[in-house]
């Protein structure tokens, strides 16, 4: 294993030490805990508060900021966060309009979010949660009850945090987190395993002409190995399960988000987007928006997925708001 990394029990810390001195105009790190929250607390707002295991950076601290989260929770490498360190970033958020948990599904992460906001509730803190499951590829699998919750939940940040921004109340971003949650849909493919430090060696193995055919975000399996392809039928066979899951057709409008897993270089994922814009014309579906990039990643992983968010017009107006967070800005 070759990372730049001091020891493997110090990489989550470290790390976001690091981002704190790197964006200390945006992100400041509680003292004790593995939590960033926004240097410009907002008053009089609802806060945002979503995290999940290290490793998927720039998710989650990278999306604390104006327009997006008030607060993320870094557990170890693809591991849950406890609920006390999420019980702190509730606390030190928490403006006095309530703080929604945005939780992806996997059982841990939603186990210790639930168990924090039982917490936080105990402390006289309104507390409320929508748990994101846009992973088309398996309907349940070894880590959660009903499908994962991957790539498309940064749609999810951005269009509650505008709401939230715009000094809406709870309930009201919970609605658009829950609308966009009901119309985000992803899938990925995997051309390589990751190392997660502590283990020191690959999670799986792949053959040269091998690929992971819709793998979650901790190269967890997904549906099957294939043998590799274009990148225009790679494209063609991520859709084709997005669209069966989701009927979309002339007249629709979406955003679209490319996603790379860590260890795919850019170009790669443009010549992902080429095809995706090809077949949404084809479709007669309007583009409203591209995010092409990584933005929810698998530490070193080679492979991309694709997010898809229907839109209708406040899902396009939330998502075009400002947004000011290391990694999105708009």
């Not at 990278?62 to 606390?91: C, H, I, N, R």
């Not at 748990?131 to 959660?144: C, E, G, I, K």
């Amino acid at each position: 294993m070759k990372k730049l990394i001091n020891k493997p029990e110090n990489v989550e810390v470290e790390m976001l030490e690091g981002m704190e001195m790197a964006h200390g105009d945006l992100l400041r790190k509680l003292d004790g805990f593995n939590v960033l929250v926004r240097a410009d607390k907002k008053q009089g707002k609802v806060a945002l508060v979503s995290g999940g295991g290290s490793g998927h950076e720039p998710a989650h601290g990278g999306y604390v900021g104006t327009g997006m989260l008030d607060g993320a929770v870094a557990g170890a490498m693809f591991t849950s966060p406890t609920p006390d360190q999420v019980f702190e970033a509730v606390k030190a958020v928490d403006a006095g309009k309530g703080v929604l948990l945005v939780i992806k599904n996997y059982t841990g992460d939603v186990l210790n979010f639930e168990m924090a906001a039982d917490m936080a509730e105990m402390e006289g803190i309104k507390v409320d949660k929508v748990v994101v499951n846009d992973d088309v590829a398996v309907m349940d699998s070894l880590y959660t009850t009903g499908r994962r919750g991957v790539a498309g939940t940064v749609f999810v940040h951005k269009v509650a945090g505008a709401m939230a921004e715009q000094g809406a109340e709870l309930a009201e971003v919970k609605r658009v987190a829950e609308k966009a949650i009901a119309n985000v849909r992803t899938m990925g493919v995997a051309l390589s395993a990751c190392t997660v430090p502590a283990a020191g060696k690959p999670g799986f193995s792949l053959e040269e002409d091998e690929m992971e055919v819709g793998l979650g975000i901790h190269g967890e399996p997904g549906t099957h190995k294939s043998k590799m392809m274009p990148a225009d039928e790679i494209v063609d066979l991520l859709l084709a399960k997005i669209f069966e899951d989701m009927p979309m057709g002339k007249g629709d409008k979406v955003a679209v988000m490319v996603n790379g897993c860590g260890g795919t270089p850019v170009s790669e994922l443009y010549i992902l987007n080429r095809r995706v814009g090809e077949v949404m014309k084809e479709k007669g579906i309007a583009v409203k928006k591209t995010l092409v990039g990584d933005y929810m990643t698998s530490l070193e992983m080679q492979g991309g997925a694709i997010s898809i968010l229907k839109l209708d017009d406040e899902l396009e107006a939330l998502l075009n708001e400002p947004a000011n967070t290391v990694g999105l800005k708009i």
